[in-house]
């Protein structure tokens, strides 16, 4: 989405376009802009804007390059941009490139190459959009870099690798990458997450073969060289560490793990992780996805063998979890729920392949206890096909989106404030291209 808010642009890699959609303000439409979908190149990847919404990036994998446009900023249509008085966009990039990242300033751009292990590093002409390789580009990461973060200041990117998180010291001046310290190989599937004031970072991990031997390793993070400095050992998980998370105040850190939930209390002078009371709590044999809510007051536990979901209340002071009495049904959870930022309501789609297919449940969200109600009956999407997405919610709570990669569309809602109802917007469903997500 542009960061005005009012057009989405959908990659699809499936034949190789770029759709654009306007956003009407009041009811949430999606109006196909003016030439969309857009003809773009080969195994499109991951599609970025620059903070002014005026340019956007996108790698291509197979041909090995990052595409570049400059976004009408009345109708939002994408034009390649211009690198010479007669060639334009692509620009070269390393070998299968997987993500690209602007810097808050809008003045640098960086590509991961998965398969070379390097990053490409561009300055980004500010009139044009035009990326013109830095000195020293490109510069050797280690295995498979995958994604790549700067901190606000962009004085340091971190990038996730198979070899572990990599850091660099970005020069302000010239963008260049200069290697500022890394971390010993963690295992596949890595996750940073950065504790709230950004004084420590946590990475899981778990054994790339099979999933067991998980854990969990806290770093401080140098506020002068941005280097992560161990603190402690790893802590032992068990099998197949998920998403971790902590609580806005970063007092406790929740981590699911296969049938189970860990919660621990975070030492806020040395990062450290200690088991609560009773951790790990039982969330269910068919246990997939956990997550809680944005004030850290719930959290929930999706168990998709029993299609239920369990609802667990925090303990403020020392981070236990109480079940609630009561499962709420999902009917057929198709593996996720979506909770709105205020906590008020969840949503969760459910598959063709239930009784319920194609179809999404609202719940009413108990402020005291954390209990889910069902709020009516499920929505149909109108999508078709055995595959769909999960809800997203807009951040004002006033319009829901599902995308139906079964059938290649886009499914949209008003929610009704009081109730938290879902009605379908005029013009659902809208189309997108193949294997839309």
Avoid at 296 to 301: F, K, S
């Amino acid at each position: 989405m542009n960061p005005a808010g009012t057009v989405v642009y959908v990659v699809n890699s499936g034949d190789n376009t770029i759709s654009a959609f306007h956003i009407n303000p009041v009811t949430g439409e999606l109006t196909p802009v003016s030439g969309s979908p857009f003809k773009s190149d080969s195994y499109l990847r991951f599609f970025t804007i620059n903070p002014e919404g005026t340019f956007a990036y996108v790698t291509s994998g197979i041909n090995a390059n990052v595409l570049a446009y400059s976004i009408d900023q009345i109708t939002g249509a994408l034009t390649p941009v211009l690198k010479g008085p007669f060639t334009s966009s692509p620009f070269a990039a390393g070998a299968w490139p997987k993500s690209v990242t602007v810097n808050h300033s809008g003045t640098f751009a960086y590509v991961a190459n998965e398969y070379d292990a390097t990053i490409s590093a561009y300055r980004i002409n500010p009139t044009t959009g035009a990326l013109t390789q830095i000195k020293g580009s490109s510069f050797i990461t280690g295995k498979s870099p995958q994604m790549l973060t700067m901190n606000s200041e962009d004085t340091y990117a971190y990038v996730t690798s198979s070899a572990g998180i990599l850091i660099y010291k970005i020069n302000p001046l010239t963008g260049a990458l200069s290697a500022s310290g890394d971390v010993a190989n963690t295992g596949s599937s890595d996750a940073i997450t950065i504790s709230p004031a950004g004084s420590f970072a946590y990475i899981s991990s778990s054994d790339p073969l099979d999933g067991s031997n998980g854990s969990i390793t806290t770093y401080h993070i140098d506020s002068a060289s941005g280097a992560l400095i161990p603190a402690g050992k790893p802590i032992d998980t068990g099998s197949n560490p998920g998403n971790f998370m902590m609580n806005i105040a970063g007092t406790f850190a929740f981590l699911p793990v296969e049938n189970s939930l860990l919660v621990y209390k975070v030492n806020p002078t040395t990062g450290a992780l200690t088991p609560v009371s009773g951790s790990p709590f039982p969330a269910g044999d068919g246990h997939s996805f956990s997550m809680v809510n944005p004030l850290g007051t719930m959290a929930y536990a999706v168990d998709k063998d029993n299609n239920i979901v369990q609802s667990f209340s925090i303990n403020p002071t020392i981070g236990t979890l109480r079940p609630i009495i009561g499962l709420a049904t999902t009917e057929s959870v198709h593996g996720f729920i979506t909770i709105n930022i205020a906590g008020t309501f969840a949503y969760g789609t459910q598959s063709a392949d239930n009784d319920n297919g194609n179809t999404v449940s609202t719940y009413a969200i108990n402020p005291t206890t954390g209990a889910f109600t069902p709020a009516g009956p499920p929505v149909a999407t109108g999508g078709s096909g055995s595959a769909m997405g999960v809800v997203t919610v807009n951040p004002a709570g006033t319009f829901a989106y599902v995308a139906n990669y079964g059938s290649n569309n886009v499914s949209a809602f008003s929610i009704d404030n009081k109730t938290g109802v879902l009605s379908p917007v005029a013009g659902s469903l809208f189309p997108a291209k193949i294997d839309c997500k």
